[in-house]
């Protein structure tokens, strides 16, 4: 299988990962989930990240979910993998476990027990790529509102320059605008480029499209959104672009909120037949029959202004 570069661009959709109501891994609800993925177009996968409840699951049943998901997509496109780990051994045996079965490369947000200033994150990274070795293609999470790791862009540069195996950064700091332009003025004055896609379930993409990103690396529970915001920014078709992600912005903003927001996007998943069960593994949130409403409230309109502006 083809292995991640710093030339990956596009919409690489942040994954599910369907469970049965009793908690247990739903395989056959996730060949369901990554058709429905591919049906609308992304140019990529990426599984086993936060919103895939990596924590929740065992090493072992990380590894059956990765090889599932890697040998149903049958390189149609490439798979990037969640490989973040407390300790170097487990983040080792994890992403040989998936770079033999096929993966693109792995993703890996440094720890807060590496958040001892600049040079220690330095230092981290360069021990992930002297772990994984030199022929795996790592993605760097820059996603410091949960890991409580602020990495600057100056230090994600420093990164970059020390770290060749470290292809692409999914920046997802809030507000991060401004960074990302820095990062991308660097590079065009001779620093090394890396792919540069972004967060946060899509509610800044178009802008940070303008700014210099590559793509977008989320989950939204409308990935036809975020393929057709991206067609339309290649195209030049700015205005269309903004026309079309407000029709979803509404969703887009509830699907962030912090804690509800995977039970949101899975029960939205769910309506839209993707799943075929929207439980999130415990401990997670319920959502009530209130949000439940709201939610159904906002796909309905959402289908109204579809059709209108079509």
Known sequence: MPRLDPSAKGVFVISATPFTDTGALDLGGTDRLIEFYLERGVDGLTILGIMGEAPKLTDAEAKTFAAHVIKR??????????????????????????MDAGAAGVMIQPPATAAKGDDAVLAYCRTVSETLGPDVPWVLQDFPLLSAVPISAGLILRILADCESCVMLKHEDWPGLDKLSAIRWAQDEGARRVSILTANGGVFFPFELIRGADGTMTGFAYPEMLTGVYRHFLADEREAMLDLFDLYLPLVRYEQQPGLGLAARKYVLWRRGALANPAARAPAPTLTPEAQAELEWLMQRLDRGLAAHH
Do not use: C, D, K, W
């Not at 969640?82 to 992403?95: D, H």
């Open 73 to 98: 997509v049958n390189g149609r496109v490439p798979v990037i993998v969640g490989a973040s780990s407390p300790g170097f051994a487990a983040m080792a045996s994890l992403t040989e476990a998936v």
